[in-house]
């Protein structure tokens, strides 16, 4: 039997699901530029960067929206 909050987390990751897209498109890019193209290190480090401060506006979100699932029950 499932628990109240593996349940409460497949809801936040189902209403945020195609906000998680914009996560998947920079960090495919992201590998596939360095593969195909060979960045440089240093543009290398900053799209890194810039993906974790998506990642951290993504989770700043999720957070959100895991306190208004949890409060709508």
């Known amino acids: 039997m499932r628990s109240a909050p ?5 809801e936040v990751a189902w209403n945020l699901r ?3 897209l914009f996560l998947l498109g920079p ?3 992201l590998g ?3 593969a195909i193209f060979g960045m440089p290190r240093q ?3 900053v799209a890194g960067v810039m993906f974790l401060f998506s990642l951290g506006m993504f ?3 999720a957070r959100g929206e895991w ?3 949890a409060r709508g029950r």
């Open 67 to 69: 306190r208004r699932v």
């Open 18 to 20: 195609a906000l998680g």
């Open 43 to 45: 543009l290398q480090i």
């Open 27 to 29: 960090a495919v890019g």
């Open 59 to 61: 989770a700043s979100l």
């Open 6 to 10: 593996y349940r409460q987390a497949l």
């Open 32 to 34: 596939l530029g360095i």
